[in-house]
């Protein structure tokens, strides 16, 4: 008797010391943490330019094969999103089935929402939710919706092949600027700093090998978080639409781009407690990736029924738009101040809306009636992101005289090459400008996006007043103002070189104007935009 309680005791302690495999616990495994960035609804694969090449890149059908190949090559494997996966149009029709389930079925194991998660509203969002198999993460965020809290949760714990792994995350600050959910109920602690230090200090007690930040605050924030907050192996980030792979301080700091064009991957051996040899891959989906038929099948069901429902109506108009390259490249029109009105309403702080009126096609009168989506895609259909951007009210000025500039008159001493193209005409919110087409233009000689040399800074624009509670003012040129353009001005495009030349202040929301408008005229039909006089001519 003596003899079995002792053989029992031994066998129990030997059971313990090697596992219920009878192998000890590795010391020593390979690791490789997998990241999706901004996917924006891109469900399945489509057509980009890379490096100059047209090529088909991404899709979950895609992302799931090279997510397999990856996670067979190693001990341990995390496949994350850092959000801003669901963005209309998409959002709108299918309030996200089809992105969450894509993400199940590719296989992800943690996500952390992005502002467009909550463009349809926290509604939306939780009805997408009910398709997750995955862990959604974000510690700065809280909801009205006491489902909602349990289901977004401040962090996670995965325990994989004896690698406590711990995940927090974060959305971006700027969240009540960038996204404008309907019916609110959703408030995010601007504090992300001590958001992640609480996440931290808990995942720390449980105890966590490696702990994750998995965020969608933008690059700059990433690096002030890892610089900030001791104990952040990785951080995960999005929200940039970047390729990023640096380490600051202890901390590992990567991200990859935008819509599932690559899928990165973080590779490192995990030994003896540290982070050894790590390396960074963005893998390119193309079709050498190899393909998920049942995710493919599936989402392409989706997207069949979404090219029908683009002709489905979202809303009307009493009045014809006007989108006639003669009249939107030359004077004031109805549809561009629809447009510029849809971008100060959906960023409540900004003082003046400038939308170049090349980002406006179609180049004909929309007539009253119903207004669809691929209506507001053919308006609107480069999917231009809208920028914040910060100037005098002596920058703003410069800013219209190059948008007057891009009124050709004869013998009026500008070659075409020295001023802004005919689409560089800005139509406006929030703003009156009275231009004099008999004084001398706005020119300068450039060099690639940038001048060499101004030979006129422009003298036709004699006035401008700015909408400010109510009245109209005149623009204090030393005042600063918060002034609404697209991505493509911002890049220094139509000649609009002082947002490139590091003077003018940018801020990218990532959010789309064509999105903008599609909500606008969702929320405010039947709309009447009208002729308002905010762009007036001397000699009258």
């Known amino acids: 008797m003596k003899f079995k309680v002792v053989f029992c005791w031994i066998f129990t302690v030997s059971f313990l010391l090697l596992g219920c495999k009878g192998e000890t616990k590795p010391t020593e495994r390979t690791v490789a943490i997998l990241t999706t960035a901004d996917l924006q609804s891109h469900i399945v694969p489509f057509k980009t330019t890379i490096n100059g090449v ?52 590719a296989g992800y194991d943690v996500v952390t929402p992005g502002n467009h998660e909550f463009d349809a509203g926290v509604e939306v969002y939780k009805h997408a ?20 809290n349990e289901l977004v949760k401040p ?7 004896g690698l406590k792994i711990g995940i927090f995350g974060l959305m971006t600050p700027d969240f009540s600027r960038v996204c404008n959910p309907l019916g609110g109920g959703v408030s995010v602690n601007v504090d992300y700093i001590s958001a992640a230090e609480s996440a931290v200090r808990k995942l720390e007690d449980q105890g966590c090998d490696i702990i994750i930040a998995l965020t969608h605050i933008g690059t700059t924030l990433d690096r002030n978080l890892a610089s900030t907050v001791d104990g952040i192996d990785i951080i995960v980030g999005g929200h940039s639409h970047e390729y990023i792979y640096e380490v600051v301080g202890n901390t590992i700091i990567v991200q990859d781009g935008s819509k599932g064009e690559y899928l990165g991957v973080l590779r490192f051996v995990y030994s003896n407690g540290e982070i050894k040899d790590p390396s960074w891959e963005t893998i390119l989906l193309d079709s050498t990736v190899g393909c998920d038929t049942t995710i493919r099948n599936i989402m392409n069901q989706y997207m069949a029924a979404y090219d029908e429902s683009l002709g489905q109506a979202i809303g009307t108009t009493t009045v014809a738009l006007d989108a006639r390259k003669e009249v939107i490249r030359t004077r004031e029109s109805n549809l561009g101040n629809l447009i510029a009105d849809s971008w100060l309403e959906w960023f409540g702080e900004a003082d003046v809306a400038l939308v170049n009126s090349g980002s406006i096609r179609g180049d004909k009168v929309y007539p009253a009636g119903a207004i669809t989506m691929r209506t507001v895609n053919e308006m609107l259909p480069f999917r231009n992101e809208v920028i914040i951007a910060r100037m005098s009210g002596a920058q703003l000025k410069q ?52 001048v060499s040399e101004v030979l006129n800074y422009g003298e036709r624009v004699v006035d401008m007043k700015v909408l400010k509670d109510g009245s109209w003012v005149d623009v204090d040129s030393t005042q600063i103002y918060t002034v609404l353009v697209n991505d493509w001005t911002a ?43 905010r762009i007036a001519f001397l000699p009258r």
Do not use: W
Not at 79 to 94: C, R
Not at 155 to 161: C, F, G, R
Not at 415 to 426: H, N, W
Not at 493 to 511: A, L, N, P, Q
């Open 54 to 105: 047209d090529i088909i890149v991404g899709g979950f059908e895609r992302i799931a094969a090279a997510a397999k190949r990856v996670r067979s090559e190693v001990d341990v494997s995390l496949l994350l999103s850092s959000g801003d996966d669901l963005i209309p149009p998409l959002l709108y029709v299918f309030k996200g089935e089809p992105e969450v389930k894509g993400l199940s079925m």
């Open 129 to 148: 939710l009910g398709f997750a198999d995955f862990d959604v993460v974000s510690a700065n965020i809280s909801f009205d919706d006491q489902d909602l």
């Open 155 to 161: 962090y996670i714990v995965k325990d994989i092949n």
């Open 399 to 450: 800013v219209l005289e190059i948008s007057a500039s891009a009124l050709r008159i004869a013998g009026d001493g500008c070659p075409d090459s020295c001023r802004a193209s005919t689409g560089g005409f800005m139509q406006i919110g929030n703003l009156k400008v009275t231009i004099d087409t008999t004084k001398a233009p706005f020119c300068a000689v450039y060099s690639g996006r940038g």
């Open 491 to 533: 890049s220094g495009g139509d000649g609009y070189y002082m947002f490139v030349s590091g003077d003018v202040e940018i801020e990218h929301t990532t959010v789309v104007a064509t999105d903008i408008l599609s909500n606008y005229i969702r929320l405010h039909s039947p709309i009447s935009p009208e002729i308002e006089g």
